[in-house]
């Protein structure tokens, strides 16, 4: 079966596609966020045009990344070229930030750990929110994901494209640890420290674009 701007997608440039754990399947795409619902019957949108009034459910068009979390307040984050986006359970949206937390500008890669704290990056930066707002740091700031508090934290990284989680073994425990693909360079963040590796590691220089996890 073939779907198309006919069949009700917004755009022929498909970025990322998702099904969440009530299998319905979500398309990003270059005009916006798309719903399929699990009995395929018809398409949802998330668009950054105003119906009736009412604020735009995204601050741009286009949808580069999208986060299904395994916990949190939030069903759904979405990145744009022009901002940060949370989806609640209701299937209610909002912006996420405001232009002092800098998240108002294209959002470069997006992932979650289990235990719901987002990662993502801008082009000058990687950030995390958590919702865990115990333990500030000198960069942290705070912020309202759909009505709750959260603590922003960033990190100078440039040009970070693509991030994973991977759990890893410590001496005494399991913990998750943070993988970012950077201009020339794989970045790590395990145990609040940074690792890099580049060409004095065996990586090619040149720019990398993705990263996955084989079983």
Not at 52 to 60: E, F, S
Not at 97 to 109: E, R, T, V, W
Not at 140 to 160: C, D, I
Not at 168 to 196: I, M, P, V
């Amino acid at each position: 079966r073939q779907y198309s701007k006919k069949s009700g997608l917004l755009s022929h440039s498909v970025h990322h596609i998702l099904e969440d754990r009530e299998s319905n399947i979500w398309i990003s795409q270059a005009g916006g966020l798309s719903r399929l619902p699990h009995n395929f019957m018809a398409f949802g949108h998330y668009t950054h045009r105003s119906h009736a009034g009412n604020t735009p459910a995204l601050p741009d068009p286009a949808v580069r990344n999208i986060v299904i979390p395994q916990k949190g307040i939030a069903a759904q984050w979405i990145g744009t070229d022009e901002g940060l986006v949370a989806i609640g359970h209701d299937g209610k949206s909002a912006v996420i930030g405001n232009p002092k937390h800098k998240l108002d500008q294209q959002i470069m890669a997006l992932c979650s750990t289990p235990q719901g704290t987002l990662w993502g990056s801008t082009p000058n930066t990687v950030f995390r929110i958590s919702s865990d707002t115990s333990t500030p740091t000198d960069t942290t700031q705070f912020l309202s994901v759909l009505g709750e508090t959260h603590q922003l934290t960033t990190f100078p990284r440039n040009r970070v494209s693509a991030c994973i989680t991977q759990p890893l073994n410590t001496d005494s425990s399991q913990r998750d640890g943070l993988w970012f693909s950077g201009q020339d360079r794989l970045f790590l963040f395990f145990n609040q420290r940074w690792f890099s590796f580049g060409k004095n590691s065996g990586l090619p220089a040149s720019r990398l674009y993705d990263l996955s996890l084989d079983s």
